[in-house]
């Protein structure tokens, strides 16, 4: 089939687009309305109609009401199942015709093999596809070498078992992919998941003794409802920011879901790292207790406590608990989701300045994990680069290298034919024993936290934030897209009911570090929690990009006002801030730098670029005109306290957006370093 060009048709289509647009209903909605515009070229239905060897997936795509819905204007991605693989499936279910699946059977079916953006097999990279199925889960991309015809080839599989044996078909509104086996992920909760596992069996035994097993079961929150049309497409009406091209759109999240993800060792790791064959949980806990790795209560204001018996192993302080809890995070996130995808990656990152990098609270009290992406696609958690942090090398004849490897996180096609993603989670295998010891807390993070906003809750991430690229043809070409959340359900953030709070994602350029962002409209009045860096003294920081669309803010550190109100409308080279282009003299910069510092500004970092590669106004954010850092207070901060920063509007507009950027935590050693704070 003849590649056709989605971009160019989408600007052909864009008046069309316009009539259609605010009449699309969201992706829990199987109906299809009268005003959808339809295609008369061949589309997702109309090409698997024409193939017979589609016909059982027509049928169940019939049943559950969504064969229409691939006629219509949108960006499809179909994994479609041959006849074959369809009666594959059936075997396993003992039934004789396609016929035979109850409605509930083609709905799940189908949703399966759906996904509502466009994933091309060029654009994806090793691990879970970026956008999820109409099921909500995500599915995994991988790549391995296969033999076809007595030659080796390179096969492209779906959830590691269903092989695309025909890629990137491209049809008017979207592309298929053709399955030679059915998709059906596991229904399991993440600890059942990896209880089948046979080679993690003594992680999977420390969780059980610890009962963090059931901590893992969580799934959806009962309680969180929303009105009627929430969480469908359209036009936010009580959205009041205008956009050259229309209002943008938001949705509100249908549900609101748990989830987890763990970076377990398998039991080699621990024969290698103690140096027995065959060693049993029951001689880790002993290990773990006596002291053989450091487990060094670094704070003498938060005890530790010792213990092999059931009642010690389930106590928050316990160091087999604690252990164990490191090791898992309270949000669900494949390979690719702990930094940015690839290809913001590749457009933004600088890297001989510094690695993507991300930073997480664990379930393990009062302790972080850091993330860090190489130029690679390595995923590394707490590592060091020898030119980062308050240790690091300035003039290192290597500045890629690591001065603490950290621990990598194998990928999916590492990891081999295992199901890695459960109903509420994933987990992944790491190659070493992942401890929070000296040397992680007085080395790996003694360095400056920048963390972008969207990772400050969970909920971001396990409901529809962070992330999300897909539902291109809901918010229109160039379009940002907004997903909103309800007081009380996000955690970490404490809110009124006349703040609007909004995840936002750009599509293209962006003037935002890491190309998302929090939005804040309406007399907004929020406080969020910080997330539990190592105790010692810190510049609390936020990064924000000015406009002339912004409003006026006052925020406060723990109750205590940071100063006089921000005036976000302030560009950074406005008299009152003091900014200048960086020149060829390093002496002016650095004044520069000082003096701006002196009124509590840094311009943005370097290490971090607006826009896209192809475009000729590519700048750092040191270098953006509207990007900045301010400095709101140097505080103490104590491990086992928890402290907030709020933010309330201040200027009688509802239209005065605060975008609430990256939280910068940048400990003392760092910003008094007597060679200077890096700019990176």
Known sequence: ???????????????????????????TDDRISDSYYTFTGETVASYLKANE??????????????????????????????NAAIDSFLLTRSLGSVEELSKADCDTLAKNHLIRSLCFTTDLEDGPISSTNDMGRYLDFTTKTVTKNGQLTLGYFINKTA?????????????????????????????????????????VELMRRTGIDKKLEAWIDETYTIGAGSAEW?????????????????????????????????????????????????????????????????????????????????????????????????RKAGYNHWNVSAAIREDQAVYELLDP???????????????????????????????????????AADPYAAAIEGVRVFTSSEAGNVEQEARNGFYHYVDKLLVYDETTVNNVLKTRFRMDATTLSPDFQNNQGRHRTSDVAERGEGRQLVTRYKPGFVKNFFFTD????????????????????????????????????????????????????????????????????????IYKSD??????????????????????KNRGYLKGPDSWKCGTVNDANQVTHRQSTNSMRIVLATESLQEGKAH?????????????????????????????????????
């Open 53 to 82: 060897d589609y016909s059982r997936f027509v049928y169940v795509l019939e049943r559950a009401n969504l064969l229409d819905l691939l006629s219509t204007y949108g960006e499809f991605t179909c994994f479609a199942p041959t």
């Open 644 to 680: 907030y920063l709020r933010f309330k509007s201040v200027m009688d507009n509802p239209m005065g957006l605060f975008p609430f950027d990256y939280l910068e935590l940048c400990p003392k050693d760092v910003y008094a370093n007597p060679e200077g704070e890096d700019t990176h």
């Open 498 to 569: 006349q703040t609007l709070i909004g995840v936002r994602n750009d599509p293209d350029w962006s003037p935002s570090y890491q190309r998302d962002g929090l939005d804040f409209l309406g007399q907004y009045d929020f406080t969020v929690k910080l997330p539990p860096v190592p105790q010692g003294t810190y510049e609390v920081r936020i990064g924000i990009n000015a406009a002339n669309d912004r409003g006026i803010v006052q925020i406060y550190f723990d109750g205590k006002g940071c100063g006089i109100p921000i005036d976000m409308r």
């Open 234 to 330: 359209a036009t936010d009406n009580s959205d009041p920011l205008k956009w050259k091209d229309g209002p943008r759109n938001a949705i509100y999240p249908a549900k609101r879901f748990f989830g987890f993800t763990a970076f377990v060792e398998k039991d080699v790791v621990y024969e290698r790292y103690f140096g027995k064959k065959g060693i049993t949980a029951d001689e880790v806990i002993e290990r773990i207790n006596s002291g053989s790795f450091v487990y060094d209560p670094h704070n003498p204001t938060y005890t530790y406590t010792y213990g092999t018996d059931d009642a010690s192993l389930k106590d928050s302080t316990n160091v087999v608990y604690r252990f164990v809890a490191y090791h898992i995070l309270d």
């Open 1 to 27: 089939m003849k590649l056709l060009n989605i971009k160019n048709q989408r600007k052909a289509l864009l008046p069309l687009l316009l009539v259609s647009l605010f009449a699309w209903v969201g992706c």
């Open 575 to 596: 008299p009152r801030i003091g900014s200048v282009d960086d020149t060829e003299d390093e002496e002016a910069n650095r004044r520069n730098d000082k003096d701006l």
């Open 357 to 395: 990098q991300d930073f997480y609270e664990t379930m393990c009290p009062y302790t972080m994990m850091k993330f860090q992406t190489t130029q690679h696609g390595m995923l590394y958690i707490n590592r060091r680069r020898i030119n980062e942090g308050a240790l690091a090398v300035r003039d």
């Open 163 to 203: 092989e695309m044996v025909i890629r990137d078909d491209t049809v008017v509104n979207g592309v298929v992919h053709t399955l030679d086996r059915v998709i059906q992920p596991s229904n399991l909760f993440l600890p059942q998941l990896m209880a089948e596992d046979t080679t993690i069996s003594i992680f």
